[in-house]
């Protein structure tokens, strides 16, 4: 480009846009990037929260059982719940 007149020839014009192309390209994945990973964050934290109310209804079945006189073994069967974990929630009952 000829900064004087403001000529451009056609390689000054294919150069211009395609840095245009480029930096818009640019911009359009970061924030695609950004959203992708927003997505990504917000289904991994549901499924996290989906896992601990999954785990914590386990416990207050378990707990639930105990309190009636269920074993330990046929709430470890029913709930999932380790006999470890029910035998240190019997001590604290």
């Known amino acids: ?12 014009a294919i150069a211009y ?10 911009a359009q994945g970061l924030d695609v990037g950004r959203e ?3 997505d990504e964050g917000r289904e991994e934290g549901l499924e996290k929260g989906r896992e601990e ?3 914590e209804a386990q416990f207050t ?8 006189g269920s074993t330990p ?16 929630m019997q001590a604290d009952l």
């Open 17 to 26: 846009r395609s840095k245009e192309a480029y930096e818009d390209g640019y």
């Open 73 to 88: 073994e046929f709430v470890c069967d029913v709930t999932g719940v380790s006999l470890d974990s029910l035998k240190e």
């Open 36 to 38: 992708d990973g927003i």
């Open 53 to 55: 109310g999954l785990e």
């Open 1 to 12: 480009m000829n900064v004087l007149t403001s000529e451009w020839n056609l390689d000054d």
């Open 61 to 68: 079945i378990a707990r639930n059982l105990l309190n009636k």
